[in-house]
């Protein structure tokens, strides 16, 4: 697999919940490296575009409200095929349908109120990243242990 990168955020429900530490230790305990991190209120405008595939279905505004509501963390990770892995993480859309060990069907409440965000293919992970951090805010650094990691 390729190094690759993705967005991620942890949605107002996860927050509130208290569920940072966790969702951000299951990433790391998969391997994946943070690059950026930071928490936002999102204003409408970043929420609508955000959602802009989106804007023509009924459940857009319900969407805008809700990622608007309260403070998310947004992140960069990055690693091989991080993308295909962090969907696996993160679980089904609808949490009724994710896997028990997933952060949706482990934490998750309803579609609604399913406490994360993932991007779900290589041009989302790079308009996504692009419409939520500046490049000065994206670190590329390498951890102390990849000497120990064996190449596959």
Known sequence: MAIERTFVAIKPDGVQRGLIGEILGRFEQKGFKLIA???????????????GVHSERPFFATLVDFITS?????MVWEGDGVIS?????????KPLEADPGTIRGDLAINIGRNVIHGSDA???AQFEIGLWFQPSEI???TPSDQLWRVEQ
């Open 139 to 141: 670190n590329d650094w």
């Open 122 to 124: 290589p041009e989302t």
């Open 70 to 74: 309260g403070p998310v963390v947004a």
């Open 37 to 51: 991190l930071k928490q936002l209120t999102p204003d409408r405008e970043l929420a609508e575009k955000h959602y």
């Open 85 to 93: 892995s962090s969907r696996k993480l993160i679980g089904a859309t």
